[in-house]
């Protein structure tokens, strides 16, 4: 089993250090895990700079591979907050820095922070979920150097009501984008923890994606505590196989591999 995402004390928003989370992976018999550390230029929040310590975090990395190699396989990810106008700056970041993994997630939109509400105000919340789909799929037509989105539909995370539409139209635009290129999504498990009825995305988002022929599926627990690396993990195979995928995903140095569902169930 594998968890594609996670943070630790090099995270603005996280104090876990990175041992902690390896131990608790390797309790519950992963196999593999993957460190996907926040870099968020420009957060509207000014208490909170998310901003990482590159050579710092490369160094941490190579320690604790060689410390826990004939345990568990650790890869360097990171989660890059996207915005259409901070584009060029992660392309910068890309170019000087190499990671195994890529996450691609807008925490922000219109400039406005998704988490304190800010975007929401003044706006319907049909409004807010276009804007929000439609940034992101900005983002994704000019900016392709990453592996998967994060958390896809995450708006739904932080609005106080739910719309009842699906927006389906819009997000099958980010999907004739992303996957032609070979880029993925994830499920993300922690939309349990704060009281959606799923992960992240839906499922209904699941299904579009696997009519549009996506493949590449990743499995994270978006963990900032030890205790949650591998949340829900065994539904969320079973809801990959009722949808119909049979492969999860890993990378190395930016190149997936596959492995069968039904192996490792
Ligand atoms: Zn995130
Ligand atoms: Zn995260």
Known sequence: MFDYHMHSDFSADCETPMEDTIESAIDKGLSEICFTEHIDYEYPDPTIEFDLDLEGYREKIQEVQAKYKDKISIKKGVEIGVQPYLLDQYKVLMKEESFDFVICSMHTTEKKDLHSGDFFKNKTVDEAYEIYYQELLECVKHFDQFSILGHLDLVKRYSKERSPHLFHELISEIFKVIIPRGQGIELNTSGHKYGLPTGMPSSDILKLYK??????????????????????????????????????????????????IADIK
């Open 211 to 260: 009519e549009h022929g996506g493949e590449i599926l990743t499995l994270g627990s978006d963990s900032h505590v030890a205790e949650t690396v591998g949340y829900d993990f065994k539904d969320s195979l079973e809801l990959f196989e009722s949808i119909g995928f049979k492969y999860i995903t890993t990378f190395d140095n930016m190149k997936p591999t596959f492995h069968k």
